[in-house]
């Protein structure tokens, strides 16, 4: 008998790791808040990971919130690079900060952005605080409990909710207001561009779906608040306008609430599901890749581009492409909900916005519910769903009627992610509403 030994390029090497390993891990509770959730352990499974974490070390990126898309290949990615050098005008003005992250931006026209001297300008990217980017005085882990409210402000964000039901939903919500120039603290005398940035996010395994719900409250309706994703290839979206450079290497929008990725066998398929009308920027190429609008002001396209210190290594993703989802008429308080489907030879299950409702829509057998200032749904039910998925902004019990009849109990619900096994069937009247 001749045993092949395994290699690196084995298929399905770590099959065998099923039986004896979670579909998910929470790395750092409540510090670096490292999450891993896997749909398998096959070559083709579903590979997600999210980070929201405090600030630790001048090695670290501004990338509370930031999280990953791997099914087959690199679908959404981080698109900083690093080759060594510190001081590079590369690492300095995008590696390091938010805009190579698939976070949220909210753009102040003119936020001052020059941590130290080692910062040529300032550079207003719409991102989170850039805290210690060169180099760190941090002695120990009681002199980090000491900075992390005071003085430098290294607290970034807080962990809300996390909750795992293995083989059904992993489900976590972060509090990152503290990330950015907020009503809680500021950098360098910047007014606060925001009260509250909530990320909600939950990956459900019969479906093989992720939904992002944030919640963004500006202090300005003036501020454009940004949904940020990063991709190797150019995002497929129509019909495009083009507004800088080249399609294949240049600026374009879109007026659409669907976005496909590509790369190699891999799609993933992003669907806006709020706001309804919203604006795509799409912004990458061999040049285009290092252009930085540095005045938070998308009115002019007149940005910088700052290659110098980039080189590609065989070891990163290659994020040539960034997309940029905004409302297209701003408001101070922007919720962005983003379904996510990643597939390889699948079909995309459809997105179907609810009927007479504005904040929710179907996927699947799933409904999924997100806040309104209303603080009721009320619909005819699309198609039969066996599950209700419903984000809060604060904690209350739901009470749920359907043609009439009033459920037998209430149901306690927690901020964030709830899931819910409900029957409804097609064009049945549905009514939620949340209690105090």
Known sequence: VIIEKPTRKSPNRLLGLSPYTSDAKLFGKGMSNHLVVRSGWSDLDTFLTYRASHIFTHHQHYDAGHFTVFKGAPLLVDAAQYNGSVMSARRLNIDIRTLSKNSLLVQQPNEYVQ???HFAESISDGGQRIVMPTGSAITSVDHWQQLRDKDM???ATDLMEYSHRPGAYTAISSDLTSAYNSTRYT????????????R?????NNIDTLICYDRILSTNSNYQTKWLGHSVNRPI??????HKGTVSDGITRALTNQLLLKNKQSTLRLDILSPRDAITQIVGGERYQHYVETDADD????????????????WYDQGKWRFEFSPLQQKQLTRFVISMQPRIDKEMLPVVALKGNESGATIGSLLVLWPNEQKIWKFNAANETRQIGVFLDKQSSLEIVINGNKLAKTISSKVGFNMIELAIMDNDSVTISQLR
């Open 115 to 117: 941590p130290n001297f």
């Open 153 to 155: 402000h290294l607290g």
């Open 187 to 198: 950098t360098s005398g910047n007014l606060a561009k925001v009260k509250q940035v909530f």
């Open 200 to 204: 909600h996010l939950v990956y459900i």
């Open 237 to 242: 979206a129509s019909p495009l306008t083009l």
């Open 299 to 314: 009115s002019s396209l007149n940005g910088r581009f700052y290659a110098e210190g980039f080189k590609k290594r065989a």
